[in-house]
């Protein structure tokens, strides 16, 4: 129980514990800082936070996850530390005047981290949240994604989007959420329990702070200055044809945002209707995207999201920033247990996620 090791641990019992998911991103993969669509959905799995105000400036930190208790203080800046993210989180909301001083914090998670399930969005929307709620502040479940994306994107430094914050902060189960990243409008779409969305860990692991991430985002940003256009995802082709002469590389980075955001849009329409085999078909056509275009797959990855087809998904694909990570695959449901154990037979360092 959190509560009791919170006690244990802080000699006192916490003021507020809260759940806050991850999620697994069903297709528009980099289309969220470039003006594009997102179909991302909650999962079961999350983050467990139990928090107690403190009267002077120390921020204790504590997760299941990590070794050993951290104790810090609200000047402190990011440090490359796993504790970086709880410890942004609560300089925020100081900021935001949702509180005033430190925190006694402990985490307790079944989230896998630097997966692709975002378990750094879990942890800065869910505290941002405790915050709010024990505020009793009016600031939305929008605001709260926009100030989570801050913290990653000032305090940590990851230049990441804003489709994870989103989902997690206007988490609906059992449904997926068609997020227009350009305005934030979003529609939660129900998933049809006869379909999983069956996620497998690689076994391959990334951080999403290390350089490649970047590296895309740089890239997007070159193009968006060559095309004069913020949201690239939906730019014309003319334009597309321009870069090819320009940079190769940026030609099909562009390529990739431009038919992932087109992808998306289509794969919304396919839930509606309940299609899910051209809900597949446009999964596979996704992670081809990008391992061809985007060039943010490992081989055995490739390999991984071949053979779950193979073995009879509709479709699957890599999830998350890349490099390593999580596989999203739909399977019909009666079908999930054998064939999870097939595919794992084949892939001894992947692991069933949820
Ligand atoms: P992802 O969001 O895909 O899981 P990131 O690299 O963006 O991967 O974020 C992972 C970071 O979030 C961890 O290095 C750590 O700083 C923080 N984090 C995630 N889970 C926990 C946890 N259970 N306890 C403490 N910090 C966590
Ligand atoms: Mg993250």
Redesign the pocket.
């Known amino acids: 129980m959190i509560e009791s090791k919170f006690h244990t641990l802080y000699g006192r019992a916490p003021e507020i514990t809260a759940f806050t998911p991850g999620r697994v991103n069903l297709l528009g993969e980099h289309t969220d800082y470039n003006g594009g669509l997102a179909l991302p959905a909650t999962i079961g799995l999350g983050?467990k936070i139990a928090i107690s105000n403190r009267i002077d400036s120390s921020i204790n930190i504590s997760?299941?996850?990590?070794e050993g208790m951290v104790a810090l203080k609200l000047d402190t800046t990011a440090s490359q530390h796993?504790?970086?993210?709880?410890l942004g989180a609560a300089i925020k909301a100081n900021e935001l005047a949702l509180t005033s001083g430190g925190a006694d914090i402990l985490?307790e998670?079944n989230?896998?981290?630097?997966?692709?399930?975002?378990?750094?969005?879990a942890?800065t929307v869910g505290l941002l949240k405790i915050f709010r709620d024990k505020a009793a502040s009016d600031i939305t479940d929008t605001q709260i994604a926009q100030y989570a994306k801050q913290i990653e994107n000032e305090f940590i430094g990851?230049p990441c989007g804003i489709m994870?914050q989103m989902v997690i902060a206007n988490a609906l189960s059992g449904h997926a959420m068609k997020l227009d990243t350009d305005n934030l409008e979003f529609e939660h779409i129900p998933l049809n329990p006869e379909f999983r969305m069956v996620v497998i860990h690689s076994g391959f692991y990334r951080?999403?702070?290390d350089g490649r991430y970047k590296i895309r985002k740089k890239e997007c940003d070159e193009i968006k200055e060559i095309v004069n256009q913020n949201d690239i995802c939906r730019m014309p082709l003319e334009k597309l044809e321009k870069l090819k002469l320009v940079d190769p590389t940026l030609f099909l980075r562009a390529r990739h945002c431009i038919t992932e955001h087109e992808r998306t849009q289509q794969a919304a329409k396919a839930l509606k209707d309940d299609n899910f085999v051209e809900f597949g078909q446009l999964m596979n056509e996704s992670h081809q995207s990008m391992k061809n275009d985007f060039e943010i797959t490992l081989l055995e990855i490739d390999n991984l999201v071949a053979d779950a087809i193979k073995l009879g998904a509709l479709g699957a694909r890599q999830t998350?920033?890349g490099f390593g990570?999580c596989i999203v695959a739909c399977v019909e449901a009666d079908q999930v247990e054998t064939w999870t154990a097939a595919l794992l037979s084949n892939h001894p360092k992947a692991y069933y996620v949820c």
């Open positions: 983050i997760s299941s996850t990590f796993w504790s970086d993210y709880a985490i998670s989230l896998p981290h630097g997966a692709g399930l975002s378990s750094s969005a942890l990851v994870d951080q999403l702070s998350g920033g990570g």
